[in-house]
């Protein structure tokens, strides 16, 4: 940070504010409150400052009728990389404790595992866009959205691709239920991310995580 003319302390209280939100939509002014830092400007550019150093993904909420993010929205703010997301989460947590056991006592919890399921699901997703139109100036927050309806009624993440949008719900659980794929078959095609269900059939098939990646 410090060779970007960033202040390590700042960065430290965003940082500190997106592992509180690991999976929800939280806005620059909630960040703002919970971290004291009063320029929601300020915190703006050390995401972006994050996000370009591929620390942090941004993403905004997807407006299904002009088929755009919506930049003024709520956003859903990840750390994509699991080992940086494990060593933030110990040293803005617990600095002075042993990373490695509190990483281990995180994955044994079957919510601190679909977490970091969803976490990956999104930066490959965001590959796939990349791999669709590389660019030196490729911005992941352009290609890869969150859903969520006027009913708040969400799905994980829709990525744009050359020709169409891919809707992804990331379900990282012991057991697959009809509800499971309400919010997903609102969409003409789209894929459930499960922990070990496999239905290939239809145009909404549950892929276990592992093998998602493999293809995208």
């Given at each position: 940070m410090a060779r970007l003319k960033r202040?390590?302390?700042?960065?430290?209280k965003v940082?500190?504010?997106?592992?509180?939100h690991p999976q929800s939509h939280v806005g620059w002014q909630t960040i703002s409150r919970e971290t004291g830092l009063p320029s929601v400007i300020t915190i703006q550019n050390y995401a972006d400052v994050l996000q370009n150093?591929?620390?942090?993904?941004?993403?905004?909420?997807?407006?299904?009728?002009?088929?755009?993010?919506?930049?003024?929205?709520?956003?859903?703010?990840?750390?994509p990389n699991p080992f940086f997301f494990h060593a933030f989460r110990g040293y803005i947590e617990n600095p002075a404790g042993d990373y490695f056991q509190q990483a281990k006592a995180y994955m044994?919890?079957?919510?601190?595992?679909?977490?970091?399921?969803?976490?990956?699901?999104?930066?490959?997703?965001?590959?796939?866009?990349?791999?669709?139109?590389?660019?030196?100036?490729?911005?992941?927050?352009?290609?890869?959205?969150?859903?969520?309806?006027?009913?708040?009624?969400?799905?994980?993440?829709?990525?744009?691709?050359?020709?169409?949008?891919?809707?992804?719900?990331v379900k990282?659980?012991?057991?697959?239920?009809?509800?499971?794929?309400?919010?997903?078959?609102?969409f003409n095609k789209g894929i459930l991310a499960t922990k070990d269900e496999l239905a290939l059939g239809g145009n909404h098939p549950a892929i276990?995580?592992?093998?998602?990646?493999?293809?995208?």
């Open positions: 202040e390590e302390s700042t960065a430290k940082l500190s504010s997106v592992l509180r150093l591929f620390l942090l993904n941004v993403y905004n909420a997807f407006d299904q009728n002009k088929k755009q993010p919506k930049h003024r929205s709520e956003k859903k703010l990840q750390i044994l919890k079957p919510e601190g595992k679909a977490a970091l399921a969803e976490f990956v699901v999104g930066d490959h997703l965001t590959r796939l866009a990349y791999n669709h139109r590389p660019s030196d100036l490729f911005d992941q927050s352009n290609f890869v959205f969150y859903v969520k309806n006027a009913q708040g009624e969400t799905i994980d993440f829709i990525t744009r691709l050359p020709s169409s949008f891919l809707p992804v719900e990282y659980q012991n057991s697959i239920s009809n509800s499971d794929y309400r919010n997903l078959k609102k276990p995580v592992p093998l998602l990646l493999l293809f995208v």
